[in-house]
């Protein structure tokens, strides 16, 4: 008798246990849950790529970003941080940021260390939020720099290649030379020297006459997979002549970028051309051209998005908005809203 108490007791005991075990684990699984990453961005799209004139997600469907252009490196720095970067995200619901690194005057030429860690804030700061990045050499010059820029890009491929946020943006806005003697063969060599590293990720390659000529690029294009062509526009300059000109492009089956563009004149300053703004939302949306407003500044003129001493750190409000930031704030936020709905 004294032998099965002893023996109820130990299964007792072992019950208890064992349910204790298991309410053990179901606290740990929910607190991993509680505690997994949240989706971001470049998880939902994953790897893009170019398939015919448009850019594709990992699973092939065709996808559009949206996002803001920081200033000149070399001339307001104040914004190229991680706290402006996550604003961007969270407040304008940015999918892509472009770091536009200054090559001169004062720039990179001058001092490449300072405007390059400049530059890998912004990278880092974009891949741990889970977005996308154009890694913009700003230049009007490339083909005078074709060494400096193969350094720059080699460097940064082999540091964050392997990561599916990067966009490489390897000449700004060729002045009015010749695509194929002069923008082509430089483009060519860039992309060969980044594809040594980098396979994947897309290069946006610059067009004659400060990334307009997109027609004469789409004629005689790179032989190379994964490419866009940079189209920049300021809609009060240019207006359905430029559309033209890009719809030409497209029936060659090339991928267009405005990577630049603003709501003003082409001079960053001037009124605010709201008729040809919309054609230009119009246009973008039909053709579903990824886009990056100019831009992210202080400065006191037109195509900034905000007001002079703006927070270096984001937590604008609508005081601190430029017309043109609101307008482009409102654009982002109701294009991007059922994207960012999808990470919940």
């Known amino acids: 008798m004294k032998f099965k108490k002893q023996t ?7 019950v208890k246990y064992v ?36 850019i594709v997600n990992k699973d092939g469907e065709t996808v559009y970003l949206r996002g803001m252009s920081l200033f000149w490196s070399q001339w307001i720095d ?27 005057p004062d720039g990179y030429l001058s001092n490449a260390e300072r405007e390059k860690t400049k530059i890998k804030k ?12 154009i890694v913009d050499w700003h230049d009007h010059r490339a083909e005078a720099h074709q060494t400096e820029a193969i ?27 010749s695509w194929t003697d002069v923008i082509k063969p430089y483009s060519e060599t860039l992309i ?25 690029a789409a004629a005689n294009p790179v032989e190379f997979e994964n490419i866009v062509y940079a189209l920049h526009f300021y809609a009060a300059t240019h207006k359905q002549w430029l559309r033209d000109k890009a719809q030409n492009a497209l029936t060659h089956n090339i991928a267009l970028f405005a990577s630049e563009y603003g709501t003003c004149e082409s001079t960053g300053d001037g009124l605010i051309d709201y008729e040809e703004l919309d054609k230009w939302f119009t ?16 400065k006191e003129e037109a195509a900034s998005a905000i007001k002079p001493g703006a927070d270096a750190d984001g937590n604008w409000n609508e005081e601190d908005l430029t017309e043109s930031g ?5 654009k982002i936020r109701s294009s991007n809203e059922s994207i960012f709905n999808r990470l919940n």
């Open 283 to 298: 246009f973008m949306d039909t053709y579903q051209l990824s886009w990056c407003n100019w831009s992210i500044a202080d």
């Open 8 to 14: 109820i007791y130990l299964v007792k005991i072992c």
């Open 122 to 133: 912004v990278i880092e700061a974009c891949i741990d939020l889970g977005i996308y990045v």
């Open 326 to 330: 609101k307008i482009i704030r409102e």
């Open 19 to 54: 349910f204790l075990s298991i309410m053990f684990v179901s606290l740990v699984s929910c607190n991993e849950q509680e505690i997994k990453e949240p989706l971001k961005i470049v998880d939902l799209y994953g790897q893009l790529k170019v398939e015919s004139s448009n």
């Open 78 to 104: 104040k914004y190229y941080n991680y706290n402006c970067i996550k604003w961007l995200r969270d407040d304008w619901k940015c999918t892509v940021i472009r770091a536009a690194m200054g090559i001169e």
């Open 151 to 177: 350094a720059f890009f080699k460097e940064i491929a082999t540091e964050y290649g392997k990561y599916p946020n990067i966009i490489y943006e390897i000449y700004n806005e060729p002045l009015q030379i």
């Open 192 to 216: 060969r020297e980044i594809r040594t590293i980098d396979n994947n990720n897309l290069i946006i390659v610059g067009t004659p006459t400060w990334s307009q000529d997109v027609d004469i």
